[in-house]
């Protein structure tokens, strides 16, 4: 992307996205599917008010 101005509207574009990816990230979507799973089967044990 050399010779493209600071504020040109492809880089708006690609900042636009990327904040809207941040606001609707969530931790969880940074694990791994082994710890996710993991993660999973201790929650199911959890006895709610217990």
Known sequence: M???KPFNPL???IA???QEK???HR???D???QTKT???A???RIIPGG
């Open 38 to 40: 993991e993660l999973d």
């Open 31 to 33: 694990l791994d599917g």
């Open 16 to 18: 636009r996205d990327q």
């Open 27 to 29: 931790p969880e979507d």
């Open 11 to 13: 880089s708006l574009a």
């Open 2 to 4: 050399r010779g493209l």
């Open 22 to 24: 941040d606001k609707h």
């Open 42 to 44: 201790l929650a199911s």
